[in-house]
Every structure is written in C-alpha cells, then in structure tokens.
C-alpha cells in the first residue's frame, strides 16, 4: 500500500473518530436552539402581538369617546342691539321699546372650554371596519402559524442538507481511498507487464477527478454546517446530524381525498386569503348607500368668556351652553366619491375571490404531490435499498474479478462509483420522504412539534 493511501485512509479514520466522539445533535435539539436564537421567531411573535391587538381597536370603535378642548387669549368684541324691547319690575307694567345697548372690549381676556361626549348607535361603516379589524386579527394569527410552519420546514431542509453533504464528503473520501489503493495496483501490475499502462491512466484520471470533487463537496459541507450553526447560535463543531435509517411514519391521512378536504379547510395560505376576501368584501360593505347615514348619542357642555375694557367701561360677556340628545347625519350628496369607491372595492374583492380560487387549485396539486410522495416513498425505498445491495454485490464480484483478471480496472472504478452512488441516493431518498411528511403536514395545517419529534425518532447516529 502506498504512503499516499495510508494517509488518506488515516485522515478517514480521524475524522471519523472525531465525528464519533462529537455529541450527535437530533433534529429537535436543533430546533429548539433555532426558536431561542434566531430573530425570525422574534419577528413573527411581533408581527402576532401586533395584530392581537386590532381586536381592541374594532371593540374600541363601539365605546364612547370624550373630549376636552380649552383656549385662552387675548381677544376684543364688540355687540350692538337697536329696536329691543324689555320690561322689568322698576319701569311698571308697559314695556319699553325701542332700546339699545352696547357693549365694547378691548384687548381683554377670552377663555373658552368644551366638554363632549359622543356614543355611536348606528353607524354601518364603523361596523364594516371592525369586522375589518377582527379579520386582520385573525390573519395575523394565521400568518403566524404559516410562519411558524416555514420556520419548521426551513430548519428541516438545512438540517437534512447538512446530512447530505457530510455522508457525500465522507463517500468521496471512500472512494478516494479504494482508487488510490487501485491506482498502485494498477501500477505494480503494469510494472511487472500484468497490466496494460491504461490501467494506470484510468485510475491516476479517476483519482484526480475524485479530488477535485471532494474539495468542491468539502466546500459545500462548510456552508451547510454554517448555514445551520448561524441559525442555531451552536458551534458548528457541535452539529453532528442523525441521518435517517428508516421511512417515516404516517400522518393518519390515509386517503387523498381526505388530505384535499383538510387542506382546503385549515391550509394556512387559504384560510389567510378567505380573511382578505371577507375583508375586501366588508370594505365594499363601507361604501353602500345604506351604510351612510350614522346616528350617535351627544352630551356637551361648554362656556365662553370675553372681559376687559373698552368704549363703555368694564365688561364682561359670559355664555354657556349644555345639550343632551341624538344626532343624525345623512350625507346627501359626495360628489361621487362613494359610488366610485363602492365600484373600485367591488372590483378588489373581484380579485380576491379570483386569488382564493387560484390558490385553492395550487394548493391542491401541492397536497396530491405530497401525500402521493409520502405514500409511494416506501416502495421506492425498497428499490433503492435493493439498488444498494446489488451495487455492493456487483462491486464485491468486480474486485475479484479484477485480481483474478476477468474485470478490468475501470470496470473496478465504475463499480465503486455506481455503489457510492447508489448508497448516496437512498439516503437522499429517505431525506426526501421525511420532508414529504413535513410538508404534507404544513399543507393541511398540521405541521407542529409533534410532527418534528415523528421525523426525529425515525433518525439515528
């Protein structure tokens, strides 16, 4: 054996002694660090605060409101009164006619308060936008599910990449090591004339090749590794993935038409644009002609004061006022404003219904897609899985073939290759499969932890 195998096969076995003694990092683990450490969580938990609280706007619209507007200044006034007639116990019983009186200040002091309250009985537009409101509330909430959901199946796909790239890295380093070991047997054959110099130029190509290959995947090993430690907060020395071993469990959905029933009903994506058809729907509802008259309960207070001096002498003009009582207001006539908002809200909620219509459709393709992939992975499991063993079977049967001289050296070379690659693609396969569990749980509504701890227990070291 040459020294550039032992040292490949060296380098093999201490990475893989340390792989061995790293502590293993299961799916939940890493989930549980994502939801501590990346701000994508924090994000959408504002973004639900946030729209939580539009269920205190639309309860507000309906409670009175109270206001308090005061002023104080310097102002002047003038009034004058002719022909006024008045009577009063001093003058006897006729009254005097013909009277006039003024009152003049200048620069004097003015002071003016109001004290109001208004409580709405029957106003159309404001109960269209709490219904707004309420809806907003509740696609927030929907929107944080569905994020909640992506946030899942994100840190899924980069936990599975990570598997991927390490068990592609660590079958190119295989190979490496069963090339070199043929390119000097290719070698001391064809030094002693038992080989054709082909042989060598074979292995020495297949060799190259293989490197070039190992530092590319050795690239990709270092950006998924990173990409899950950026998101973990972890060391990235501390993400040791469990690769899958097994197909994954079922949902409990057994038949598609039953899969297709519950996406229609809890698919986050549709119940979120069900809430802006409705919104849409309730903002044409604002601009009916029936929705424009409003009448409110009215309580105010007020008073008004002007003093000073002026062309009379001191004086001081005092008013108050206090009312109690309905007040309706009708609008007659808008210029069109309300009949061209009514047609333009009309036309939106048009398109929204067409969206939810689109939406349903591709969700619907999606579901089909997902639950006949988790439903058929198994089969194609089994093939891959007996794919696998026929490759060792035919690489075991190659190697001997090649010291007994029935098999060539590229035949060796593609043997090792299509085995590495057959053991590559069952274990895609079955990455695959878990993240058609996970999907088809996200499509109908269903993707939680509980979903994450399934696929979890279907992984090991």
Request: with cysteine; net charge neutral; proline share 3%.
């Amino acid at each position: 054996m040459s020294p550039r195998t032992l040292i490949a096969g060296a380098v093999f076995a201490l990475c893989a002694a340390t792989a061995a003694t790293a502590s293993a990092a299961d799916l939940m683990e890493v989930w549980q660090a994502v939801r501590q450490h990346d701000p994508q969580g924090a994000v959408a938990d504002a973004a639900r605060a946030a729209g939580a609280s539009r269920r205190e706007q639309a309860a507000a619209l309906w409670r009175p409101t109270v206001g308090l507007s005061a002023s104080a200044g310097r102002a002047s006034g003038e009034s004058r009164m002719n022909g006024a007639q008045f009577s009063a116990p001093d003058f006897g019983a006729t009254p005097i006619t013909g009277a006039s009186f003024g009152t003049s200040v200048e620069g004097g002091t003015a002071t003016r308060w109001t004290l109001g309250a208004r409580q709405p009985l029957h106003d159309a537009q404001r109960r269209a936008q709490g219904r707004q409101l309420n809806l907003a509330a509740d696609a927030a909430e929907v929107e944080w599910q569905a994020a909640q959901q992506d946030w899942m199946l994100q840190t899924a796909q980069r936990y599975f990449e990570l598997v991927l790239a390490e068990r592609r890295l660590a079958l190119l380093k295989r190979q490496q090591a069963a090339v070199e070991q043929a390119l000097t047997e290719a070698r001391d054959r064809f030094a002693i004339g038992d080989a054709p110099v082909t042989d060598t130029h074979e292995a020495a190509a297949r060799a190259l090749g293989l490197q070039a290959q190992a530092v590319a995947a050795a690239d990709e090993l270092e950006m998924a590794r990173q990409a899950l430690a950026d998101g973990t907060g972890l060391a990235p020395e501390r993400l040791q993935p469990l690769a899958p071993v097994r197909a994954a469990s079922s949902t409990g959905v057994d038949q598609l038409v039953q899969a297709l029933e519950l996406a229609r009903q809890h698919n986050p994506m549709l119940r979120l644009l069900r809430a802006q058809l409705d919104a849409a729907q309730a903002e044409a509802d604002k601009h009916q002609l029936a929705a424009s008259p409003t009448v409110e309960l009215v309580a105010q207070a007020s008073r008004e004061r002007l003093s000073g001096a002026g062309d009379f002498g001191g004086a001081s003009n005092t008013q108050s006022q206090q009312m109690i009582g309905l007040a309706l207001n009708v609008p007659l006539y808008t210029g069109g404003w309300r009949s061209a908002k009514l047609a333009e809200s009309l036309r939106l909620a048009d398109r929204a219904r067409a969206e939810l219509d689109r939406a349903r459709l591709q969700v619907g393709q999606q579901t089909r897609s997902a639950w006949l992939a988790l439903h058929s992975g198994a089969a194609r499991l089994d093939a891959l899985a007996q794919a696998l063993q026929a490759s060792k079977a035919r690489l075991d049967a190659t190697r001997l073939g090649r010291q007994v001289g029935d098999r060539t050296t590229l035949d060796l070379l593609n043997a090792e290759n299509d085995a590495a690659a057959a053991e590559l693609a069952l274990l895609q396969a079955r990455s695959d499969l878990l993240q058609s569990r996970l999907r088809l749980d996200a499509l109908l509504g269903q993707l939680d932890a509980a979903s994450l701890q399934a696929v979890n227990a279907s992984l090991q070291p």
